[in-house]
């Protein structure tokens, strides 16, 4: 192990810390660190999601348990993405593609980082009609396959401006979408699993310490706007890099 694998430990740590606080299990921060200390694209999608299905698992769990999770509209957004995150997961795009959408993916969580607003309680909460939660479902998984990500990003906010279901209980929806998306997508390119870096079992590690203070901070309905508004500059710092193949 070289220093710098503990530095992107801790890292990794910090921003699962803060992505389970809201029901996310993280890859989008996960991929921005390993980007930003250079780590290969091959490495980073199956790192990504094996991280995601890690910690999205414990913050299923935990959020599950505590109620804070709607089942009825969970189950057709999931139907809808699991066969499209297999299908992202098995296309394999070329690195300059790959790299661009990887890209516009973490700068569309940076912003939603940093100016995200102050979601509460829709007045009215009704659910989508089923076919939209499946083609919602869908699209989400297809995007989340192809660049291995969890789609928490896309769909949080979806979620509650369009009044699908209450703040807390986002969290855990999000939380068991993106479990599903992330096994799916990683199913989809199994081959992948070849290229994960041997450091895995500490970044497992510490993504999982981040987890368990996340999750607990998150159910007591923790607020840390200044450092998300932090992380989200490191996200579109990355996805920049990425963006711009720098």
């Known amino acids: 192990m070289q220093p710098t694998d503990f530095l992107i430990a801790a890292l990794l740590m910090c921003g699962a810390i803060l992505y389970t606080s809201v029901g996310h299990a993280g890859s989008s921060i996960y991929i921005a660190i390993m980007s930003l200390f250079g780590v ?13 299905i ?4 414990f913050t299923s769990w935990k959020y599950v348990k505590n109620k804070f999770f709607d089942l009825k509209l969970a189950l057709p957004l999931i139907a809808g993405a699991i066969p499209m995150a297999f299908l992202g997961g098995r296309l394999q795009l070329p ?6 959408l990887l890209g516009i993916t973490l700068i569309i969580a940076g912003l939603q980082f940093a100016f995200r607003p ?10 989508p ?15 989340s396959g192809i660049t291995g990500t969890g789609g928490g990003i896309f769909l949080s906010p979806l979620m509650l401006a369009l009044g699908w279901t209450a703040v807390r209980s986002a969290s855990g929806t999000a939380a068991v979408f993106i479990l599903a998306n992330s096994a799916s997508g990683l199913l989809g390119n199994i081959s ?7 450091q895995l079992p500490l970044y497992v590690a510490a993504v999982m310490a981040g987890a368990l ?3 607990r901070l998150g159910i007591q309905a923790f607020s840390t706007n200044g450092i ?7 996200l579109v710092i990355a996805g920049l890099k990425l963006f711009l193949h720098l």
């Open 40 to 52: 290969s694209a091959p490495v980073i999608k199956p790192t990504a999601l094996s991280l995601n």
């Open 54 to 57: 890690m910690v999205s698992s």
């Open 95 to 100: 690195a300059d593609t790959f790299k661009t």
């Open 118 to 127: 102050q979601f509460t309680d829709a007045k009215e909460i009704a659910h």
């Open 129 to 143: 009609p089923l076919w939209m939660s499946v083609a919602t479902g869908a699209g989400i998984g297809f995007m």
């Open 192 to 198: 992948s699993i070849s290229s994960l870096p041997p």
């Open 213 to 215: 203070v996340g999750t």
């Open 228 to 234: 998300k508004r932090a992380l989200g500059a490191v």
